[in-house]
Every structure is written in C-alpha cells, then in structure tokens.
Nanobody, 111 residues
Framework: VQLQASGGGLVQPGGSLRLSCAAS????????VTWYRQAPGKQRESVAG???????GYADSVKGRFTISRDNAKNTVYLQMNNLKFEDTAVYYC??????WGQGTLVTVSS
C-alpha cells in the first residue's frame, strides 16, 4: 500500500486549503483513515478520523473548521480546512491500512 498526500501550501489566516490522500494497493472503503499533523517542536497529533462506515471525529482544535471525507470512486480521502489559523501550521499526514503513512504535506498559515 502507498499513500500519497498533497494539497499543502501557504495560506493567509482565515483562508482554506483542501488536502488529498490518494491510495494505491488498497481501498479506503476498507480502512479507517486518520489525518495527523506535526507542528515544529511538537508531537504528532490526530486531527480528523473517518471510519469505514463513514463516521467522523475531530480534534477539538479543528472541530467546525475541518472536514474529512472520502471519494470511493477516486480512492481518495480529503481534509477540507477552512478558517485556518496560525496554529494550524504543520506537516499533515494521512494514515490508513493499519500502519501506512503518506509522506506528509506542509501547510503554512502566515500573513
């Protein structure tokens, strides 16, 4: 299984980004998926999760601003991030299929 994360970039506070995680060698419909992030000098933390059945969960820090979703036809999971804040700056990783990680995509929120 390989996971390919993309969509990061530089955005101003209050802006939006959509991250993508594409899978090869496995189907997201068969696996829970979690987006994590790691800010400089901090531990990796989970921010959003999606079960096989479609239930979602979010860290309190992103609840109401981030949305995780899945497109089975494209075998891709998304993280829609709205109203971004300085503290959302981090490398974002997708995780699925037990112990497979995407390579990370950098999100920088800066004015």
């Amino acid at each position: 299984v390989q996971l390919q994360a993309s969509g990061g970039g530089l955005v101003q506070p209050g802006g939006s980004l959509r991250l993508s995680c594409a899978a090869s060698g496995g189907y997201f419909s068969n696996s829970p998926v979690t987006w994590y992030r790691q800010a400089p000098g901090k531990q990796r933390e989970s921010v959003a999760g999606l079960t096989r059945g479609g239930s979602t969960g979010y860290a309190d820090s992103v609840k109401g601003r981030f949305t995780i979703s899945r497109d089975n036809a494209k075998n891709t999971v998304y993280l829609q991030m709205n109203n971004l804040k300085f503290e959302d700056t981090a490398v974002y990783y997708c995780h699925a299929f037990g112990d497979f990680w995407g390579q990370g995509t950098l999100v920088t929120v800066s004015s």
